[in-house]
């Protein structure tokens, strides 16, 4: 790979920028992108063996039969798409998508400002403190979380107790099931949009802010036209990312309610666990999980578009 | 194979149907060698899994065979005694011996080897079979798994002798620690059991039966309405859904649900556990894993429960049964092997030591081993699990719920838990009759066309 | 660069020290802290809660009795934990898989993320994307048909399948940042090594690797977090216990059937949690500034 540099002339390596010698440089970028493609190649290989190649093999298993021997195309879709528990799954899934993507963008964003307000050395306590919940394995935490909720002991309804306020059966209630699984959901994932957040106004200057301040303007204002332009986005970025791997949550649900009370908090993961290996229907399962991917596409190229559009405006 | 070759053709054969006609274990095949892959449910009791794993090692000495055990949960959250059978049936390989919960060998039967030889063996051994084991264990009219103690369980009534006696009922009169007749339990019917459930809420100990989506919840309301003679699906595969049985059952729940612990919908199977053990409940339906947790975390609870057969109903009493089952794969190297390990571990003399050393928590699949000694003994209080098996006097049978629609509807039932939904939109989301029956229409029609 | 950031934060924040501070500011930071400590009390009451119940026995528990606080706290949930082999096999797998993996992502996303930043090639735009978005195919999804891969190769049952797929968590999104970074870099730092004759290798690991040690370390830190927490993939491929690591390991270990060892769990959940935490304590300042750079050019 490194002798494929060495005899050549130093204007061809400004092939970086666009350049009109083109006569030495096509068997240049041949060999670069050769390189390049090289180098790229684990990354390829990952993806094609343990991600594509997988992927249309469950296409291919969603088609099939009960006992896995028939070839049966579309039913299995068809039978999903006419069940009313699945459309609750469809709801339910949106719903703790959207709401818990939505409060996590929200507080990550109130608290990178509110971090941004404070010191060097107190910041990074508080950074510290407030990360924690992000660093813990989601699905231990959820145990926890599990304790703290249901049933007898519940931690949390001994709170209330000590105020005089009745008791909640918390997880038994389909829309307070429903708060709580979003809950845990935001309760792990706002430090990682806080972080995000905060790194990036890091590298919005002061004198924007200061220079608004000597403007008369109010702390809304700054924020509506300062930091929201400027963090636009890693917000889109950060709200696509969390919104697709939100959807496809297992851990929490499954932990905390496995889809009751009567199938009102199951998402596309914990009903296909249900149907696939539970029920031991395995291609229904597969069914379920690639409803997943046609919903987060339509998402991801609206967003990506944003995103592209003011990367072009910004060049 | 040496030998074989210099016998005739015919007498090979003749050889080989004598041999295939004796119980698998009396029969000392050149074959029994080289290595297994075992995998075995993990048993709670922690002494259990020491004293299999000693007992299949030694057998692996004797035989020559090199075996090597794995164990597999079985739980909500760490469901590996499902997740293990659909690796390996996508897969085509894995271990030798796979361990199945209830619905597994149905589900994954064309997989299995059939097992016709050791069962026959055993049925000749030890004779009848439990009914529900067959149901499941059977598929294409061969057996496909054998139905194992370890793991296998009931469900049946697990109740407060106090607070029974306090509502004027003697627990320990209805089911002695002894031998004794059906009669002295009459009063412990489904009635008698909506009539005490306002008592027990009042008391601040409501009786603990859920009504979520996991086995504990589904495997105590099958009970019911089989032994209410409510069928959702019947036997040859059509909706029973609309019929009077089932109406009542419905009723029924209506009735009952109010009196339940208000996070019943959304029960696991550890809440019951924890509610009797808490002391804040006055009946669940369990094995005796709740029992033996409060043994040691709540002696006084511990000593004040009994175990005995569930309510009677309109058409029968039934106890709830999960039971666990030894398959072959047909892709296992050594099935010879395989066979006469599982073989072996069903003979009596094992199952008892096995069902021992759980504490008497193994319920073999045989009736005439529901009389080890293990019941008798275990304590405090002594003969709080006597009535745990079935006793012939009991007149009791054992059901899983979806019994007896065909496998592949009934798994379906049982999986979804589609009469606990349907509990639940009626008693706690108030909806009306016609629309929770027209929802369960609707789910049922696809579980048939499925 | 950190230390750049550093110093115009403090020269920034130093002008409150002014006597004349403005009411406005001195009303931001009391509202800011606030703010703060409200957050603080609903992010760490779940761990507070964990550890008091990981200080207590199992009749403390099974009694429901105060579960905020305990009078006498009971180490013998940690001590059973610590002493115990199978816990020691689980975090010993996991700290070496994660470890490999770690490495692995790193090598795999910075040839990539150089690939991609730096050289145009037909298609690079394109698959920059579609990277990203082979999150797409998410765990509870791909689980499945993996059993088919995963036993083909007879990985089936050891810790060496997670080091095959716990990368596609990881790499996809360590690649974004590192392009990010690497997209920062001027050019110009380019060109002169170029003249100066280095080679693409050379100039990836004696310039862009030390420019970029921040954004590494942020990728290090995220790879970390998800494989140390991964759940559902060594739930589903291992078996045997010598072979589990932590998350499935407590909880196959610890969870039977219907019976919990509540203290022993949360015990354990505490020890778990413990590495990634510390590690955040040391790195983070790395990792802010590691986001910066990489997070503006998303």
Redesign the interface.
Known sequence: ??D???GIS?GA??G??PSARRSGLARF?RR??T???L??L??IA??A???V???F??IY?SMLNRDATRFIGLFNYRYLLRSDTFHLVIFQSCFFAITAVFFKAL?GF??AH??H????RGQ?I????????????????T???W??LSG??S?LN??LAQFGIPQVAWLSNTWTARLWVAAVNV?YG??FFM??Y???L??VP?QLYEAAAIDGAT?LQKIRYISLPMLR??IS?TVL?SL??T??N??IVQILTSGAPADTTHV??TY??QL?IQGGN?SL??AV??F??PI??VF?IFI?RG?GRRAREAQ | MKRLRSVSRRDALKLAAVGAALPLVHMRTAHAAGSLKV?LW???VPAANPVMQKLVADWGAKNKVDISI??????T??A?IL??P???S?????HDIMTFQDWGVQQYHQHLEPIDDVMGGLIKQYGAIDKVAEYLGKADGHWRGVPTSVGSQYKPSCARISWFKKAGYDVQQWYPNAPGNAKTAAAWTYETMLKLAPAAQKAGMPFGLGLGLTT?SVDWTGAFLAANGAQLVDAKGNMQLRSDAVQKALEYMQKLYPYLPADSVTYD??SN?KAL??GQSALIF?PP??W???R???PKVAEDCWTFPSPNGTAGRLNPYLPFFWGVWSFSPNKTAAKELISWLQQREQVETLCDASVGYDIPPFASMHDFKIWAEVKPPVGTVYNYPIRPWHDTQSNIAGYPAPPRIAVQLYNNATFNVMVVKLAKNKQKMKDVLDWAENEISGYINM | MSGA??T???V??RS?LKPSISRERRW??W???I??IF??I???A??Y??LI?ALKT??Q????K???FTAHPYFGNFIGIITNPDFQTFFLNTVKVTIIVVALTL???I??A???A??R??G?QV?A?G?F??????????F?????????LHL??STWCLV??W??LS???C?WIMIGYFSSIP?EL??AA??D?A????MLWKIFIPVALPGIIAATIFAF?VC?????YP???L???KQMV???G???DL??????D?GH??A??VV??AP??II??FL??Y???????G??K?
């Open positions: 790979m490194a494929g540099t060495t130093a390596l400004h970086f920028a970028a670069r992108s390189i390049a493609v180098m790229c684990p990354l990952l993806i063996g343990l991600v190649y997988p992927f093999y469950s298993l507080i109130v608290l509110v971090m307000n404070i010191s060097g990074r508080w950074r510290g403190l407030l990360l924690i919940p992000w660093v813990i394995p989601p699905a231990l935490s145990l926890g979380f304790w703290m007898n002991y931690a001994w709170i309760w706002t430090p972080i995000m905060l790194a990036t890091k590298s002061d702390w986005n890693i970025i990312f697709i791997v959807f496809a297992f851990d596309f993961a296909a666990f696939g395995i399962g597969a999980s690639l997943i991917f987060l596409a991801s990506l995103v | 995998a993990d048993h709670w794995d164990l597999l949960q079985s739980g959250v760490n590996k997740l293990a659909a690796a390996e996508l897969a085509g390989t894995g504990d199977d550890a556990n053990i808490s369990n894993s709740a033996w947790v409060a040691r975390d709540a | 950031v550093v115009a934060e403090a920034a924040r409150w931001a930071l509202v800011s802290y703010v703060l957050f603080a609903g992010f760490l779940p761990p809660f964990e119940t199992s009749q528990l099974g009694s429901g105060d579960p905020w090598v795999m996303s040839l990539a150089y690939a991609l730096r050289m090639f037909f690079s698959f994307t990277v978005l082979t999150y797409l195919v998410p765990e509870s999804l791909l499945i048909p993996l059993f088919k891969v995963l036993s083909f089936i049952n095959l797929i990368p596609t790499v996809p999104f690649t050019k380019d060109e170029m003249i004759g080679s693409h290798l050379q977090t140390w927490g991964d759940f559902l739930l589903a491929y078996f045997t216990g932590l998350t499935a407590i909880v196959s969870i039977h059937g219907d019976v919990l509540w769990i949360m354990a959940n778990a949690s990634p935490v955040y304590a983070m300042d990792y802010i500034a590691g986001l910066t750079a997070a503006t998303g």
